[in-house]
């Protein structure tokens, strides 16, 4: 499940339970230690969130460092959900551990919020992933397109078969899809070895066509999933969601909402490399 719908918002799922439970992590730590410290002991465990996030971007973007050197402002597009997150909770918690060890009196409060924290966070992504059909690198959904060009009808597990595929879920009605398929489009020109397959949501071949005409882009590869089924069939409610998939069809990686290029370019190697 990459998104949920909030009314006419769409938001991903993995920042909102990391959110709840390092707010349910600061609750227990106010709670376990006297009122004048109520508010230190949440500081300190909202400050290992700000530690682990940092923690976590530096681990990521550091073996992708050239990429990121290209366009140095994508180090702060914090929506490429470029994170590791070994180095995220290393962060987070070396920084709860030491402040624990500064301020003994509040060693147990702090204890209980990483426990807290730790077990909200993983079940809740457990209990996600079990939605989700509980399949480790699942297979590409059977979902069937038509492509823009010929009319000609295929599932996506038969469109992407043999190479390693971005699939990409677009409207032209939607103003972050329209903001990054110029980088998608130079992305599928410089990278011959990996699919890039554009996969329309909904609407008809008339409007999709006049869309590609106005803005001049030379995408290959345009499907038009009419019923919009691949959203839902990969657990996103919103756009745009980029997807990753191996060459066997297994889904390696997913991404909810704008992706920058370096990001991209970050992706489009890992899928390249020998699994």
Avoid at 150 to 176: E, F, H, Y
Avoid at 210 to 218: D, E, F, H, M, V
Wanted: proline content about 7%; aromatic content about 10%; glycine content about 10%.
């Amino acid at each position: 499940m990459l998104s949920v719908s909030l009314g006419p918002l769409a938001l991903p799922v993995a920042p909102l339970i990391l959110l709840l439970s390092v707010w349910a992590a600061a609750s227990v730590a106010g709670r376990q230690v006297v009122r004048e410290d109520r508010a230190k002991a949440e500081n300190t465990v909202w400050g290992a969130l700000l530690l682990g996030l940092l923690a976590a971007r530096i681990g990521f973007v550091l073996p992708y460092a050239s990429f990121y050197l290209a366009t140095p402002w994508t180090v702060l597009d914090l929506r490429d959900g470029g994170w590791l997150a070994v180095a995220g909770l290393a962060g987070g918690g070396a920084w709860l551990a030491w402040r624990a060890w500064r301020w003994p009196v509040a060693r147990k409060a702090l204890g209980l919020a990483a426990v807290t924290g730790g077990v909200l966070w993983g079940g809740a992504t457990a209990a996600v992933w079990w939605v989700d059909g509980g399949v480790w690198r699942p297979q590409a959904p059977v979902v069937m397109l038509t492509h823009a060009t010929t009319g000609q009808t295929r599932s996506l597990p038969d469109v992407i078969r043999g190479q390693p595929a971005v699939v990409n879920l677009w409207a032209t009605w939607c103003g972050p899809c329209r903001a990054e398929m110029p980088d998608l489009a130079a992305a599928q020109q410089r990278e011959p070895a990996v699919q890039f397959v554009f996969v329309n949501q909904g609407e008809s071949l008339p409007v999709v066509q006049a869309y590609l005409q106005r803005s001049g882009l030379a995408l290959q590869n345009v499907w038009l999933d009419s019923g919009r089924s691949l959203g839902p069939a990969v657990g996103s409610q919103g756009l745009p969601t980029t997807l990753f998939f191996d060459a066997s069809g297994r889904q390696v990686d997913a991404h909810f909402g704008v992706i920058n290029p370096a990001a991209l370019q970050a992706r489009v190697q890992s899928l390249r490399a020998p699994r």
